[in-house]
């Protein structure tokens, strides 16, 4: 039986529409993953496999055949575990109900609980700007999902919880998040005024502050070029909600997203003066070399 589940790839900041196809046909034994999978990928038929035994339903004997489409988009990342299962399910007769304008996201644990995946967030707007206004995600995920506020993000704990609600046997709230509580003082631990000195420099920072204009600095070394660039961070303007938004979603592509966290302060970065192109943007990675120094 054929099924087709709808999840999310990212290619650097952006997402891909994938559809995970499956079907089930007598034969012997077998479980191929086909469509440009990386090795996370390929190593999820095992987790599926063990998952959906371990929640409680029987393993299809037969040859099994996922593709996950396009064919020619390398797909990565471990946010295929559930979209995967549940579209086995489907195939499986166990899920009974129409799904298609879901996106599902997450990771399989063993036991059949959904881990949370980096970049929910940055797949959760990609596809909003593709139409989906769903979301089936790990219950980790919720809050920075929910950060995008016309969307409906539906958390679970597990794989059982989803069977459970897309049969309609169970019913679940889409998950809300106070904003207003998210946008925390922004503080740093530096300070403009530990600049001493300097005063064309210090006007010049003040003028590229309040009009958005670019700086570049020549000298020395030791004559405080750094230092200064450090500095200005704290000078700027406040980052707008949607400018939050977007450094929020680089945040949790790396994971280092603080839990339920809007990030409020402007990064700073720090690349140092002979890094090649490739080392400052990343090279033949789909995830982009992001060295944040706060």
């Known amino acids: 039986m054929y099924s087709k589940t709808n999840t999310c790839s990212l290619i650097g900041l952006s997402g891909n529409l994938v559809e995970v196809e499956s079907d089930i046909t007598s034969g012997l034994p077998a479980f191929l993953i086909v469509g440009l999978p990386d090795s996370s990928i390929k190593e999820s038929k095992e987790r599926v496999r063990v998952a959906i035994s371990n929640s409680g339903y029987s393993f299809p004997p037969g040859r099994i055949t996922v ?22 399910l489907n195939s499986m007769g166990v ?20 881990m949370p995946v980096k970049g929910a967030l940055a797949m959760v707007i990609s596809m909003r700007e593709l139409g989906f206004s769903k979301f089936i995600i790990a219950d980790e995920n919720k809050d920075e999902c929910a950060i995008i506020s016309d969307v409906e993000i539906l958390p679970f704990k597990n794989l059982n919880g989803i069977v459970s609600f ?10 809300k998040v106070d904003l207003s509580k998210l946008n925390d003082e922004v ?19 003040q003028i590229a502050a309040a009009g ?35 450094v929020t979603k680089i945040y949790s592509i790396m994971g ?17 003066h002979s890094a090649s192109e490739v080392a400052l943007i990343g090279g033949g990675h789909s995830i982009p070399n992001v060295d944040l120094q706060l």
């Not at 503080?187 to 920072?205: I, N």
């Not at 070394?221 to 977007?246: C, N």
């Not at 280092?256 to 990064?267: A, E, H, I, M, T």
């Open 166 to 175: 897309l049969n309609k046997e169970s019913e679940v709230k889409a998950y």
């Open 256 to 272: 280092l997203l603080d839990k339920g966290r809007l990030v409020n302060d402007r990064p700073f970065r720090s690349p140092h």
């Open 67 to 88: 593709n996950l489409s396009p064919a020619d988009l390398k797909k990565e990342g471990t946010q295929l575990d559930l979209p995967i299962a549940i579209s086995l």
């Open 187 to 205: 503080s740093y631990d530096l300070d403009f005024s530990d600049l001493k000195g300097q005063e064309s420099l210090k006007r010049a920072l």
């Open 212 to 246: 958005s204009h670019n700086v570049l600095m020549i000298g020395p070394p030791g004559s405080g070029k750094t230092f200064s660039a450090k500095h200005l961070p704290t000078i700027l303007p406040d980052m707008s909600f949607d400018e939050k938004v977007e």
């Open 95 to 114: 899920i009974t109900y129409k799904y298609d304008d879901y996106i599902f996201l997450g990771e399989l644990a063993l036991d059949g609980r959904i």
